[in-house]
């Protein structure tokens, strides 16, 4: 979260507190292992009820929000919410059954997530999964020590869940401050989110041929960013099988048994239009399935760039799904593009046509709330942001497993929401502060 908020603000802003933020994530660790130690020693003096009332403060506040939602993002609020509210008040109960409760909520979520980024880790091995194996094991063991009663004790679970979350995301922060000291002067905040590997393969490229020089083209006008998503129920061409998360993130199988899988293009007219494909049409036979799955080198296959949407429309259909965006770095974008086109390869899970659209959206963030992150206070407002947290969450799944039509959706989608936000912020949407505002529609253009 906080380094897409980096991103948005950036890189002036980012070196200028890079020891800031590395004194926050100190502070909020030895804090963290302070409460850790705490629950660990038998006796509490970590303010539990006072957490519990601020958690469902939290909550309640979450499920106002959510119903001015759209789409996905309504459904992951309500999600967030209704479990901290569940959470607050076993909390506030504080009986044994109650403690109980938790430790197996806390326990049964990390070990899922655990074993969720031990499968992908090993069935995708994308770059750097030998640590993501390792985090995943060690997120097992954590959820084993919830739910054991030695060496901790029940009523000791939520301090000692809270301090191991503060030592983590402190633990984090610090590394995300020393690799922004580390910024060479001329780069961008985009590096702290790209993945190393497109990085290098983008110093590796051999310098281009020098151009004849051209007029300098006019100062370009208002023209629209648009990410363009192919859904795989909407590309399907008869009713699909009924399969709502599987459907949005992965395929779409019609009743005769036809698989669509989407696709993603982003547009900024007339200099740029990213959409890959592979030259040819991978092998998807069961037999096939889990050694395609793998992000290895070995899988990658040449690929091919369509030259513009109109192509695109003509050799396929229109994309159901176009999500606009007005402020964003052309310079960074069109530069992106530049260097990502050079070299055509296709990898189905971790260089496809989702995974270009993604990197190539956040090169154009860069540093587009300059502007907002001259005042704490605005700030503060966007790191508080609902789809902050959203985009977050969107982009570890999609960075562990693989990025897909459905979660660049989500992800631009938050995203914009966060760079043009509606005219009444989440905190203005509260029922109790007058009448609420209607929930958006979910247009086939947002």
Request: charged share 15%.
């Amino acid at each position: 979260m906080i380094q897409i908020a980096l991103l948005l603000f950036g890189v002036e802003f980012v070196r200028s507190k890079f020891w800031f933020l590395g004194l926050v994530g100190i502070v909020w660790g030895a804090l963290g292992l302070g409460v850790m130690i705490d629950g660990l020693d038998g006796e509490l003096y970590f303010p539990l009820r006072a957490f519990g009332l601020l958690l469902l403060l939290e909550s309640i506040v979450t499920l106002s929000v959510a119903s001015s939602g759209v789409g996905t993002q309504r459904a992951v609020l309500f999600f967030k919410g209704g479990i901290c509210f569940f959470v607050a008040v076993l909390i506030l109960a504080d009986k044994v059954y109650s403690n109980l409760l938790l430790a197996i909520i806390f326990g049964f979520t990390y070990f899922v997530i655990g074993l969720l980024a031990i499968t992908s880790a090993w069935v995708v091995r994308f770059p750097r999964w030998r640590s993501a194996l390792f985090s995943g094991g060690v997120q097992v063991v954590f959820a084993v020590l919830l739910v054991s009663p030695y060496p901790i004790s029940n009523s000791a679970t939520v301090s000692f869940f809270l301090g191991a979350l503060m030592i983590v995301s402190g633990l984090n922060t610090v590394r995300i401050a020393r690799r922004v000291q580390r910024l060479r002067h001329g780069t961008s905040t985009f590096e702290l989110l790209a993945p190393r590997d497109l990085l290098s393969d983008f110093k590796q490229l051999p310098p281009e041929e020098p151009q004849p020089e051209q007029p300098e083209p006019e100062a370009p006008g208002n023209d629209p960013l648009v990410v363009h998503i192919w859904t795989p129920e909407g590309t399907a061409s008869a009713a699909t099988i009924p399969r709502p998360i599987i459907n949005r993130y992965i395929a779409a199988v019609d009743a005769q048994g036809v698989i669509s899988t989407g696709h993603a293009a982003i547009e900024l007219s007339p200099s740029v239009y990213l959409s890959l494909y592979p030259v040819a049409d991978i092998d998807r036979s069961p037999s096939e399935f889990f050694r395609i799955l793998k992000a290895t080198r070995n899988n990658d296959v040449p690929g091919t760039f369509l030259p513009d949407y109109a192509t695109e429309v003509a050799n396929w259909c229109d994309s159901d799904r176009k999500i606009v965006f007005h402020q964003y770095s052309r310079k960074a974008l069109i530069e992106f593009s530049n260097n990502y086109r050079r070299q055509a390869t296709y990898n189905l899970t971790y260089r496809n046509c989702s995974s270009s659209v993604a990197f190539a959206l956040e090169a154009s963030m860069d540093g587009v709330l300059s502007e907002r992150s001259r005042r704490w206070r605005s700030v503060l407002q966007t790191l508080l942001m609902p789809e902050l947290w959203i985009a977050a969450q969107v982009r570890k799944r999609a960075m562990t497993m693989a990025w897909t039509p459905g979660l660049v959706m989500d992800y631009a989608r938050a995203l914009r929401v966060i760079v043009h936000p509606v005219p009444r912020p989440w905190f203005q949407r509260i029922p109790w502060r007058g009448a609420s505002s209607k929930s958006l529609p979910d247009k086939k253009q947002d």
